[in-house]
């Protein structure tokens, strides 16, 4: 039924209801989309605000609504790096004593690798988190993030490169930087 | 990389998301988003962010089982507001017109490299830059969001114009005369998507500016005729104006000014009837009364150039063309002034002690406001002003140049 109405969602007097059809099709995958890359569940939801305010401001670049969900993913990462570029450095506080004990008493490898990845993921910079997220949450392509980004398939490979590095060397898990 | 790792970022991934569940406030100001008609803008208040903060810590301490949503919607924002977009140190910012909301959007820009170093599309909908490629430059399309869309390496010296109808961008490639080559000029998509090449004399070798037509429909170039490449040769060379046919037709020699030193810059008035052209003489700015410039009206009919302005830095038309902006040197420093375009000699001073490292002032797209840089304890300011010089807005800090979208967003 969408797919029918292109044109006029896009250009019409249906261009508000096709909006709004979208945006809450799109609306949950979108707001933890921008969670996972912000790690910040009030943050997420400012900049998943913003972000859908801006493709409704830009609407009329949207040329094909069977785009909108690469259309906006767009969007929505530029908002978040923004968002994560512009936060003030937060203080890390040093838990691996604490992992340590909750380990021994955990018994669980499992706990203590989730638990230090999500620590070392907020360390990753914006490029790095979105490219993450972009591949291992959604499992786009290579290719497929590079469109959304906007940037050469060689930059999200090194992106992804040294991410999964660093999300590695939390681990202590060695890495040959190969088959991403 | 270990397929161990990838798996555990994946599962840790999926186990976050898992938790995730979107906030009822959230979806409720989405809804909203659509209601006000296209174009009127709308933002989100403190008020809103600081009732998600409230309904999430009381979430958190548990104070709230169903209860609703009690943040207000995006209010309404100004009508009429547009991006400006600006450089500081080599980074791309974007800030309301209002002076609100400034955004970073990307570094490595360059900047004081080129005489037009940004500018929007005439639909608003795209803004070019200039980069840093290797050995040569990269002219870097971004739309309204700041987002790249497309690039176009240019070798060296780029100089672009944007079409008066259409999102088509017109960028020369120099030529060279070691090399033998000539100055090609080609229209290209904001994608980067070569259109088209147009047909350029031969014999120039280096354009130093160039502007799109009102109708669209043709390019006045400022040519240099065996030139060298690097600009700075004092010999008495041939610099000429052409009009370009826009869809490829042949050129038309325009006039010949006979300047030693390059035309710069070229601009139609909005009539479109005549082009304006500032030909340099060789002194240094601050150190010669006035400015180093003078301005030239060159009717396209093919009537004799007029000097219209003599010894300034810049004039700019309105985009009306009822006034223009002409900065000059006064007692060493950079003042602006308002004139009449019909009455050069009613000067208006507007303001004083502009700053030499921003690109010249301009107007905004409905000729309301004029937007300039004060140099305020060698911290030059970006403010814009009405022309009657009222109503001074300080709009950012250590900018460089800036570009008025032409469309409210």
Redesign the interface.
């Known amino acids: 039924m969408l797919r029918e109405r292109t044109l006029e969602g896009l250009q019409g007097d249906k261009r508000a209801e096709t909006f709004e059809l979208l945006a809450e099709q799109s609306l949950d995958s979108s707001y933890r989309l921008a969670a996972l890359i912000l790690g910040d569940p009030v943050d997420a939801q400012d900049a998943t605000h913003d972000a859908f305010l801006l493709a409704w401001q830009s609407w009329s670049s949207l040329r094909d609504v069977e785009r909108f969900d690469a259309w906006f993913t767009r969007i929505l990462t530029n908002v978040c790096r923004d968002r994560l570029r512009r936060r003030k450095r937060r203080v890390v506080v040093d838990i691996s004593g604490a992992l340590e004990t909750r380990a021994r008493e955990d018994a669980s490898a499992g706990v203590v690798a989730r638990d230090a990845i999500g620590r070392a993921f907020a360390r990753l910079s914006a490029d790095h988190r979105v490219a993450v997220v972009l591949r291992y949450y959604l499992d786009l392509s290579v290719d497929q993030i590079a469109e959304r980004l906007g940037v050469p398939s060689g930059t999200v490979k090194s992106r992804l490169h040294h991410a999964l590095r660093e999300l590695g060397g939390e681990l202590a898990v060695s890495s040959d930087g190969r088959d991403i | 990389?270990?397929?161990?790792?990838?798996e555990?970022?994946?599962?840790?991934?999926?186990?976050?998301?898992s938790h995730?569940r979107?906030?009822l406030?959230?979806?409720e100001?989405?809804?909203a988003?659509?209601?006000p008609a296209?174009g009127v803008?709308?933002v989100?208040p403190p008020m809103?962010?600081i009732a998600?903060?409230v309904f999430?810590s009381a979430l958190l301490l548990g104070l709230l089982g169903s209860a609703a949503y009690v943040g207000g919607h995006?209010g309404p924002r100004l009508p009429g507001v547009s991006i400006l977009a600006y450089i500081d140190s080599g980074t791309l910012y974007f800030v309301d017109s209002d002076g609100t909301d400034a955004?970073?959007i990307q570094s490595g820009i360059q900047s004081n490299t080129n005489p037009r170093q940004l500018a929007w599309s005439s639909s608003g909908?795209y803004l070019v830059v200039t980069r840093d490629h290797g050995t040569d430059n990269a002219l870097v399309v971004v739309?309204?969001?700041?987002?790249?869309?497309g690039t176009i390496v240019v070798r060296h010296w780029p100089q672009y114009s944007w079409s008066t109808v259409g999102d088509e961008i017109a960028v020369v490639e120099q030529g060279s005369v070691l090399e033998g080559t000539s100055a090609q000029v080609r229209v290209y998509t904001p994608e980067g998507t070569l259109v088209r090449r147009l047909r350029v004399p031969q014999e120039v070798v280096v354009i130093t500016a160039l502007d799109w037509s009102p109708d669209g429909r043709q390019i006045v170039i400022a040519g240099c005729i065996a030139c060298d490449d690097t600009l700075d040769s004092e010999r008495a060379l041939t610099r000429n104006l052409w009009l370009l046919d826009a869809y490829g037709g042949r050129p038309v020699v325009l006039a010949d000014l006979a300047a030693a030193y390059p035309l710069w810059p070229v601009a139609y008035v909005p009539s479109g009837d005549t082009i304006t052209v500032g030909t340099l003489s060789p002194c240094a700015l601050l150190e010669s009364e006035g400015g180093c410039s003078d301005v030239w009206s060159v009717p396209i009919n093919g009537g004799e150039p007029q000097l219209v302005l003599g010894n300034v830095v810049g004039a700019r038309w309105s985009p009306q063309g009822s006034d223009v902006l002409i900065t000059r040197v006064v007692d060493g420093s950079l003042v602006l002034f308002v004139a009449p375009s019909d009455h050069l000699d009613l000067m208006h001073r507007l303001a004083d002690n502009l700053s030499p490292v921003f690109e010249l002032p301009g107007w905004s797209p409905d000729g309301s406001r004029i937007l300039y840089s004060e140099d305020d304890a060698n911290s030059p300011s970006m403010w814009s002003i009405k022309p009657d010089g009222s109503d001074k807005v300080r709009l950012a800090e250590n900018a460089a140049a800036a570009a008025w979208q032409p469309v409210p967003?």
Request: no cysteine; glycine share 4%; proline share 6%.
């Open positions: 990389m270990s397929t161990a790792t990838r555990l970022v994946r599962a840790w991934l999926r186990e976050e998301a995730l979107t906030p406030g959230l979806r100001s989405v809804a988003i659509p209601r296209a803008l709308t989100a809103r962010r998600v903060i999430a995006p955004r970073w909908a739309d309204s969001e700041g987002m790249s869309i967003r």
